[in-house]
């Protein structure tokens, strides 16, 4: 599986903008970026994906590199309840081949909010 | 609720116990996956069934992790013989094939 790299952590203040980035440059042609985050004690959920245009909807943006090799995820103004773990993860378009759509997580980035 | 529910959602075992984890999918999700998430790491993957059938198992870790889904619903993560390094919490996530998961509140087993 395709590798991605987050920073460990990140720090946000309240109703501001939050930049999350992602560096993926061993993306293949038929990989899809995938967001998850993951809330203290709870499973992950899914946040966004795309595969080569911008992205929008109720939880986030995500913008994504001309080149593929770079993504960022948006949250446009942070909450106390947007405080998780951030994964972004590459995960194969075709479904119905060997990848079926497992889930490989990296470390992830740690997000804080601050009231 | 609507969700992905799992059971217990506390184990504590003895080493040497077998125990018996739960997920119930949400209803009509053909793909159910199975990660393993240890304290501060990310999920993962253990398994995973398309229905009743086990296409995946390369990520149970040893001999001793067995998975089932008999009816293509209910799936169970069985470990025989725990071993303090199985302590972890094991989460369980449903989907239409290739949509996306949706994960279950986890079950954490503490091995003593």
Redesign the interface.
Known sequence: DAKTTQPNSMESNEEEPVHLPCNHSTISGTDYI?W?RQLP??????VI?GLTSNVNNRMASLAIAEDRKSSTLILHRATLRDAA?Y?CILRAFN??GTS?????????TILTVHP | GAGVSQSPRYKVAKRGQDVALRCDPISGHVSLFWYQQALGQGPEFLTYFQNEAQLDKSGLPSDRFFAERPEGSVSTLKIQRTQQEDSAVYLCASSVPGGEQFFGPGTRLTVL
Request: proline fraction near 5%; hydrophobic fraction near 20%; glycine fraction near 22%.
């Open positions: 995938h998850y004690s709870q499973g992950p959920e899914y994906h773990v994964y479904a119905g079926y759509g497992k889930l490989t997580f990296g470390q992830g």
